[in-house]
């Protein structure tokens, strides 16, 4: 027996949520041909031009390995392309090609139609009291690390 019931355990609930938004928007990038992890990188990519594969990793929330995956997925599909910083030879900047952006705007229709309808089941002060409570949650646990 636990010294704490599995339903008062926050994290449970936390993690019960985030599958089924993953589950969901995994559901309505299947339009679009790409994965939770690959839609996550191409926004990235879509709002930093140039990321490192090291910065979209810390973005994304995934370990390098994991993230040099995607962007090898992603590059063999001809999604982005990926060439030598100026000065670091050794970073490779990250871009979407035209095919990658045409995938991006498909894939960020279905992604932001998920997130519209998850929205629509609060009101708007309850949705703003939800964004301040699991930032409260994200900084109590990177604080305790």
Known sequence: MTSMPVEERIGSHIKRAEQALL????????????????????????????????????????????????????????????TPHEWHGNVLETRLTDEGRAVMVLADAAAVA????????FTGEERELLIRLLGRCAQRLDDQR
């Open 23 to 82: 589950a969901a928007k995994n559901a309505a990038l299947k339009s679009a041909a790409v994965t939770v992890p690959q839609y996550a990188a191409l926004l990235w990519i879509s709002e930093k031009p140039g990321i490192s594969a090291a910065g979209l990793a810390r973005l994304c929330g995934v370990t390098p390995p994991t993230m040099n995956t995607v962007l090898k997925n992603l590059q063999e599909r001809g999604f982005i392309e990926r």
């Open 114 to 121: 998920v997130e519209r309808a998850l929205a629509q089941e």
